[in-house]
């Protein structure tokens, strides 16, 4: 095992039943993980607890924004605190990132954020972006095959008025639009006429897009009241796509800079070609990708091919 690693954290998407039981069922730190999550959430998920809906969901429970969030959290920190004590993987990273939700994954891996503190913060979260999008008809759209400037020419185009904008930079040639749920009708089709592919996504509204800002209003409050204390590594923010305290954010407080960018991210696109590129180009060791879903895996092969990502959906061997 190597010392130097680097852990990636997925994000909303990368649920499905039946996530992280093999983690429970292996793995002793897993099963406390799980029990500490319940313990904190308890039964409040339709009178069901946490760690229920994610080994025998059903689906459409699983899927919805305010479980989800809290459910992928739980599942990834599980996955990471067995592989600790199966001697799989370094308790201390070089460095980590974490797709849109998955970025409170990697503040808690590099002791940012304790667990619990992490937990009830994703929960908060997930329930607000929930109530913002059912407060708004809105959705999301994905452009197959677009660079930036085709993008923007579609959001201009569609928008009419409404909110559109770009919200998640995925890997090259795949971009995500947010808006309107009108306004990504007409996105799918203009990006149609300009010979790009669209597709409309199954998402309970417009994430990373000014609809949110009802949830940032209420998570920036809630976090000032989290103690977050200075990653031992670089984490790399969504907004930024460089570290926490680098880049735009040299010489502040890197804690209020990360309360800061956390609540921006709701607003604003998500870089993960650009975070994975600024690892790919500083930082040399293994990659891992934390449970549940193999998506980052997936999706660092369209940004560099050279690095190969470690998937740990389950354990080794099952």
Not at 18 to 45: I, N, P
Not at 72 to 84: D, E, G, H
Not at 174 to 201: F, N, P, W
Request: aromatic fraction near 4%; proline fraction near 5%; include cysteine.
């Amino acid at each position: 095992m190597s010392s130097e690693q680097v852990i990636l954290c997925p994000g909303q998407g990368a649920q499905s039943v039946g996530m992280g039981q093999a983690w429970f069922d292996a793995s002793a730190e897993a099963a406390r993980t799980f029990g500490a999550a319940d313990e904190v959430l308890g039964d409040r998920f339709d009178g069901r607890r946490l760690s229920e809906l994610c080994f025998t969901g059903p689906e459409e429970t699983l899927n919805r924004t305010d479980i989800a969030q809290p459910a992928i959290f739980t599942a990834s920190i599980a996955c990471l605190q067995a592989m600790i004590g199966r001697e799989e993987i370094a308790s201390h990273p070089v460095a980590t990132a974490g797709l849109s939700l998955g970025e409170y994954s990697a503040l808690c891996v590099a002791g940012s954020i304790t667990f619990t503190q992490g937990l009830e913060i994703v929960a908060l979260r997930g329930r607000a972006m929930q109530e913002a999008a059912e407060a708004v008809d809105s959705s999301m759209v994905a452009l197959i095959g677009a660079e930036e400037e085709q993008a923007h020419e579609v959001c201009e185009r569609s928008a009419k008025g409404e909110v559109l904008v770009m919200a998640n930079f995925n890997a090259p040639g795949q971009i995500v639009l947010s808006g309107h749920s009108a306004a990504c009708d007409r996105a799918v089709e203009i990006a149609g006429e300009m010979g790009l592919r669209a597709t409309k996504l199954a998402v309970a509204g417009a994430f990373h897009s000014p609809l949110m800002q009802p949830a940032a209003d209420r998570l920036a409050a809630a976090l000032e009241r989290v103690e977050i204390r200075p990653p031992e590594c670089p984490v790399v923010s969504n907004v930024t796509g460089v570290p926490h305290g680098t880049g735009p954010d040299e010489g502040k407080d890197v804690c209020d800079s990360i309360r800061e960018r956390l609540v921006e991210q709701l607003l604003a696109p998500v870089r993960w070609a650009e975070s994975c590129r600024w690892l790919a180009d500083n930082v040399k060791g293994e990659y891992h990708e934390l449970a549940p879903g193999k998506v980052l895996s997936g999706l660092m092969r369209r940004i560099e091919r050279s690095i190969k990502v470690a998937n740990h959906d389950k354990p080794a061997g099952d």
